[in-house]
């Protein structure tokens, strides 16, 4: 360690048997490993039909809940008539409506359905992506002596997924705020449930899902030239 030079760490460019190579594999492994965990962690409370939220809240704190409910939106003109004559002079309301956690304590099967499709869809699509990663890391890593190697086969086939994936995921989330927002409207009379969905995520998924699919082209073309190198030795 004492032998190691400020600008060999920064670069990584230090022996692969030495302790800080052993401790950057030891610490990309558990970063994966603890991703991994906690993207599993919330598809498995999504498909026990549950929901944590945590906060901050000042004066009060740090405010967490697990309970089974969704974001909605309520309207405001039905359910407290004259609120806007209530707020200070210098406040005004973008929308008519407001975010706020329903909560649906008697399920029926319909609603129990639902409220999995507003959920599940979207944790399943992000362990998949996180554990095709984990993939990519450990064999660009190594273990112990034999030096890693990131252009194989199957990181080309694991960053194809990865694209696939994102390009996918809007079409899922529309789905899963469809079905939200049906879980909603059950939950609330039919005058004061509002409808809202978002799609300002459309275009990054399909920019980065594209990057990647470029990214895994890059990484088919490297693969390849180091097979014809191999192949002329």
Known sequence: MSDTSIKQILSGDYPRNSRLARWDRRIGRTVMNLGLFLALAGAA???FDGSFSSYIEFPKGVQTSFARHHWGYIDMDVVAPGFREKLP???DVWSPSLSAAVKNEHPDLTTKALSRLATVPDALIL?????MLRGIVLTTMGTGTPAGDPFIRP???RLRIISI????TPLIDSWSQMAEAEWVSRALPKNVAYAQFDFSSWFTFFGVGALVMVLAEVFK????LREDVEGLV
Do not use: F
Request: hydrophobic fraction near 75%.
């Open 127 to 131: 362990v998949a992506i996180i554990w």
């Open 165 to 168: 994936l994102l390009l996918v």
């Open 221 to 224: 073309i490297g693969v390849r």
């Open 89 to 91: 002079r210098n406040v």
């Open 155 to 157: 990181n080309v086939r």
């Open 45 to 47: 409370v999504a498909v």
